[in-house]
């Protein structure tokens, strides 16, 4: 099996005149959980664009599940949420589902699967755009989850939900990894940190650490994430 | 191209119509309700709309269709479902086709409507067969569909989208023969008139209407505008990008 899912090495993304990324590099171990986190406007949406083979511009290798990202392969291996929910509103979840899942090409058995897993069964015959901001957002992440895909990159899955919910959803990525998927999953909330096998600090489209939860607080010598983020920029700004 | 990617896109797009009832209404009803309206205005000047009604039947269906479906990818740009699609095994022809077999199957609808509103409400006047009036009709609805999927692939917002519509259709409705017939046009109109769609979906219509089958004459009008239908969805799957900035 392989090693790693992704393996990124120099990423440049230029958006404009703007250079947005400036040469990041790591590898999401398969079956593993990652955390990208980072300010709102650090690149961490471009970064995750880039995974999936949708950004333009891009520079150095971005290598997913064997092949170059973008590879007509990969359609269908990768589960992809973007931060506004990606999902019909004039359609239910299940017409939604169904739809996803025709082009995925899995069975229609998987609908109602993915619905159970997001907890909206009691709303799968529901509109969508009835349906809470959570809500929708989770109906989108249930059509990522089709066809059960290898790689499944979130960006930003749970701003807006509860914490009850937000809880539910991060056992449900850790069950995914432990059944073989590899998951990256962006985040501005920096309490969501300690939940990921690995975390990326994404700042100003630079990567200030690849570490795991623990090896980041030691190395910075914090008790918590966002204090360990703050001393990190401290450390770059005096080494500069 | 996957068939079954082409049909899901086709179903789902036919699936949000069904719940949209008011662009149901302008698709189907509205062409009609427009040749109506000309018949009431030249009623009192005979003959007029069995001149001008036929080329109508072709240029409101094509009108309408445009408006709607040339903001149809971009509010997929927008909403994110493009990008999600993007990233499974859809091509960009899929998802065009999708949308212009969804959108045949109301031009069909459109077309009855319109057709026998025309000829046996209004009473239009034609030589040749209603059937072959009809399918003009059709044919013209989905080069109206191609055309606006073409504008809303090229377009990067829906507000610029709106705006191809006066920019795209104004001049080939001028140009087609509905106001001026072609061969009385200044020769340099008439030439750009001989490169313009819509020219051919007019001359289609009165070919029918002058009793010219689809074996004489009126077929080869026909074959260009399907031609034109194709090219458009061709060069509309070209410019749709996946990797965007």
Same mark, same amino acid.
């Given at each position: 099996m392989m090693k790693n899912a992704v393996s990124c090495r120099d990423v440049v993304v230029v958006r404009g005149d703007r250079e947005v990324l400036h040469g990041v590099g790591?590898?999401?171990?398969?079956?593993? /959980?990652?955390?990208?986190?980072?300010?709102?406007?650090?690149?961490?949406?471009?970064?995750?664009?880039?995974? /999936?083979?949708?950004?333009?511009? #891009?520079?150095?290798? #971005?290598?997913?599940?064997?092949?170059?990202?973008?590879?007509p392969k990969l359609r269908g291996r990768i589960g992809y949420v973007t931060q506004e929910p990606s999902v019909y509103g004039d359609l239910t979840v299940t017409e939604n589902m169904r739809f996803f899942a025709a082009v995925l090409g899995v069975p229609s058995s998987d609908v109602e699967r993915v619905i159970e897993a997001v907890d909206l069964t009691s709303h799968a015959n529901a509109r969508v755009d009835r349906l809470s901001g959570g809500q929708r957002s989770r109906a989108s992440l249930a059509a990522a989850l089709l066809g059960s895909p290898e790689l499944l990159v979130l960006d930003e899955p749970t701003v807006g939900l509860d914490p009850v919910l937000r809880r539910d959803l991060w056992e449900l990525f850790h069950r995914l990894a432990d059944a073989g998927a590899t998951l990256l999953v962006s985040s501005h909330v920096m309490d969501e940190a300690s939940r990921c096998d690995r975390l990326l600090l994404l700042r100003d489209g630079d990567l200030l650490a690849d570490d795991t939860p623990q090896g980041l607080l030691a190395s910075a010598g914090t008790a918590e994430i966002e204090q360990a983020f703050l001393t990190l920029i401290d450390r770059k700004a005096g080494a500069r | 191209m996957t068939p079954r990617v082409t049909f899901a896109v086709a179903a789902r797009v036919l699936a949000q119509l069904r719940r949209d009832h008011r662009t149901v209404a302008m698709l189907i009803v509205l062409p009609a309700l427009l040749v109506s309206l000309m018949w009431w205005m030249f009623h009192d000047s005979p003959g007029t709309f069995d001149r001008v009604g036929g080329p109508l039947l072709a240029v409101f269906p094509s009108i309408i269709m445009f408006v709607v479906t040339s903001v149809a990818t971009l509010r997929e740009r927008s909403s994110g479902t493009l990008s999600r699609l993007f990233t499974m095994p859809m091509g960009k022809l899929d998802f065009l086709l999708g949308y212009a077999l969804a959108f045949a199957l109301i031009a069909v609808v459109q077309a009855v409507v319109v057709v026998s509103i025309a000829l046996y409400l209004l009473d239009l006047n034609i030589q040749g067969d209603a059937w072959q009036l009809g399918v003009v009709a059709v044919l013209d609805g989905v080069l109206g569909t191609a055309l606006?999927?073409?504008?809303?692939?090229?377009?990067?917002?829906?507000?610029?989208?709106?705006?191809?519509?006066?920019?795209?259709?104004?001049?080939? =409705?001028?140009?087609?023969?509905? *106001?001026?017939?072609?061969?009385? *046009?200044?020769?340099?109109?008439?030439?750009?008139?001989?490169?313009?769609?819509?020219?051919?979906?007019?001359?289609?219509?009165?070919?029918?209407?002058?009793?010219?089958?689809?074996?004489?004459?009126?077929?080869?009008?026909?074959?260009?505008?399907?031609?034109? =239908?194709?090219?458009?969805?061709?060069?509309?799957?070209?410019?749709?990008?996946?990797?965007?900035?």
């Open positions: 790591f590898d999401l171990r398969a079956g593993s /959980v990652t955390g990208l986190l980072g300010p709102s406007g650090c690149g961490k949406t471009t970064l995750i664009r880039a995974m /999936v083979g949708l950004q333009a511009h #891009v520079t150095g290798d #971005v290598s997913v599940l064997g092949l170059p990202a973008g590879a | 606006g999927l073409f504008a809303s692939a090229f377009a990067a917002t829906e507000f610029q989208a709106v705006q191809m519509m006066p920019a795209v259709m104004i001049p080939q =409705i001028l140009l087609c023969g509905l *106001l001026v017939p072609r061969d009385q *046009l200044p020769t340099v109109l008439h030439g750009i008139s001989d490169v313009l769609p819509l020219s051919y979906a007019v001359d289609a219509v009165l070919g029918v209407a002058k009793g010219n089958g689809f074996t004489t004459g009126t077929g080869g009008d026909a074959l260009v505008v399907l031609g034109f =239908i194709l090219a458009a969805l061709g060069l509309g799957a070209a410019t749709l990008k996946r990797r965007t900035a």
